[in-house]
């Protein structure tokens, strides 16, 4: 399927795979709903850590993959690899959603699946860069799994980040079609899962989702930056509010000596809906922010390496305070006398 840069032709077709892959991933998650079948394959019964209070089913990743897969399949020949990897991880993840699995089986699953994709793209780079990509992938593929948390808020996150690698192999001087298509296909599958997961949600992702949409985010970045389509911090700044999260999250938690994969609720994101900004308002805030930090990438894109790192110096500025600010809050909730059971 040849995806041309320019012109009406490309643009109708790009719009066309997103709106097919929308299309897919709604009618998959309608049917599984409608069929009763979703409850049976993978259901997230509540705890006191959880931020819902009803049953849900956790098939999200049933509606997604298929539909990322078979974009792929049609439009992106070359990145099979890839795709092959998402769904093993989705496999892998479908089992751990039902049964549960080890930390150190999954684990090895996911740096098995980023070791090939490193293999079989090989970059023009320094050999010490590879491992050190190779751990931040895994990294990217976990912290995924671990946003997955308030309704709409990773879905959100995959419809924005996956349309800022769309639009920035759109825009940059060496495009790459594959990875344009596939960007399209995966912000389109996300649109459809948001139809059932923006608040009040009744599908959640679940680890058959989430963490392959972690692995196509680091895979499609490292991709993109081995084929010289954008600078090796773009990818970090389309997601930067999640990794900003999960990253400062787990620092605390490994501080403490806690075990970072268990379950919790100390993700800047958790606070916020907790604290009063419920899931709705949480999800809207995020996305403005993703909205703003691509928007600021994709003006920056084509400038001086100078401007290109000094604006991303200062948008991780802004994270920093834009955290110190949901800090602040839940100090405040938390003193309150009427909170202090709740907490």
């Not at 997604?64 to 496999?91: C, K, N, Q, R, Y």
């Not at 490193?118 to 946003?147: E, I, K, R």
């Not at 400038?303 to 991780?316: D, I, K, L, N």
Request: one cysteine or more; charged letters at 10%.
């Amino acid at each position: 399927m040849a995806i041309e840069h320019n012109g009406v032709f490309s643009v109708s077709l790009l719009l066309g795979i997103a709106a097919a892959a929308c299309v897919g991933c709604a009618i998959i998650l309608a049917v599984l709903l409608k069929t009763g079948l979703a409850w049976r394959l993978a259901t997230d019964i509540p705890n006191e850590r959880s931020l819902h209070e009803r049953p849900t089913p956790r098939v999200g990743g049933w509606g997604v993959v298929p539909a990322v897969l078979a974009a792929m399949a049609l439009a992106t020949p070359h990145l099979w690899l890839i795709a092959v990897g998402a769904l093993f991880l989705s496999a892998v993840s479908q089992i751990d959603d039902r049964r549960g699995l080890p930390a150190r089986v999954r684990f090895a699953a996911h740096l098995a699946t980023v070791v090939a994709v490193v293999g079989a793209y090989p970059c023009a780079s320094p050999w010490w860069t590879l491992p050190v990509l190779t751990v931040l992938m895994v990294w990217l593929v976990n912290l995924y799994n671990f946003m997955d948390g308030a309704d709409g808020l990773a879905g959100g996150m995959a419809l924005f980040g996956f349309s800022g690698y769309a639009l920035g192999a759109w825009i940059a001087p060496h495009h790459e079609p594959e990875l344009i298509a596939v960007s399209a296909a995966i912000a389109g599958a996300a649109a459809g899962f948001l139809l059932f997961n923006f608040h009040p949600a009744r599908v959640f992702l679940g680890d058959a989702g989430s963490i392959p949409l972690g692995f196509l985010a680091g895979a499609l970045g490292y991709v993109g930056w081995c084929g010289d389509v954008w600078p090796i911090w773009f990818p970090a700044m389309c997601f930067a509010p999640f990794i900003g999260d999960a990253s400062v999250t787990l620092a605390r938690r490994l501080m403490r000596g806690e075990k970072f994969w268990q379950a919790h609720r100390e993700h800047y994101y958790q606070r916020m809906v907790r604290s009063g900004v419920g899931h709705a308002g949480t999800a809207w805030a995020w996305y403005a922010v993703m909205v703003a930090g691509i928007a600021l990438a994709l003006i920056v894109l084509g400038r001086s390496p100078a401007v290109q790192w000094g604006t991303v110096a200062g948008w991780s500025a802004v994270l920093v305070v834009i955290g110190f600010i949901v800090d602040l809050r839940w100090r405040r909730f938390q003193s309150a006398p009427s909170q202090q059971s709740e907490v």
